[in-house]
């Protein structure tokens, strides 16, 4: 649990290989590193990475998709990573005073979206900050 960001007590959670138990997701699939459901009612799927946001992105993809078709609500979509490289720093950026992502395609930013959920980009270093708020969720989960 460590990989999850603490904006509020987690009181279920489904790891990969429950996930791929619940889902029916075969092995040689990627899949997502967790499911869980934050205390105040919403339901994040998360995947931590040392970096490599697209590698993270194709397993949210799935996991997503795959919850959803199965009934499973999703309110929050997260990367955790330890830090961006020099290379997705010029592919990739968080949207200033918010978590976030986005895509850079020359001057313009896309909003980096799975199934209409915006995909948030939190770094492991950020996690006390977010701790050290007063129910941080309330204050983040909507950006």
Known sequence: MEDIPPFDKVDKIWDEDKLREKLEIPAEEKVADYYYHYAVCTWAVLEAKSSKIGSALRQLETTVDKLM???????????????????????????????????????????????????????????????????????????
Not at 83 to 107: A, D, I, N
Not at 121 to 135: C, M, P
Request: no cysteine; net charge positive.
């Open 69 to 143: 078709k199965k009934g499973h609500r999703v309110d929050m979509v997260i990367i955790v990573l330890d830090k961006l490289s020099t290379l997705e720093k010029k592919r990739f950026l968080r949207e200033e005073g918010s978590f976030r992502l986005f895509e850079k395609r020359g001057k313009i930013k896309i909003p980096i979206t799975i199934k209409g959920h915006n995909v948030l980009l939190i770094r492991r270093e950020e996690f006390r900050t977010i701790a050290g708020r007063k129910r941080g969720l309330e204050l983040w989960v909507y950006m």
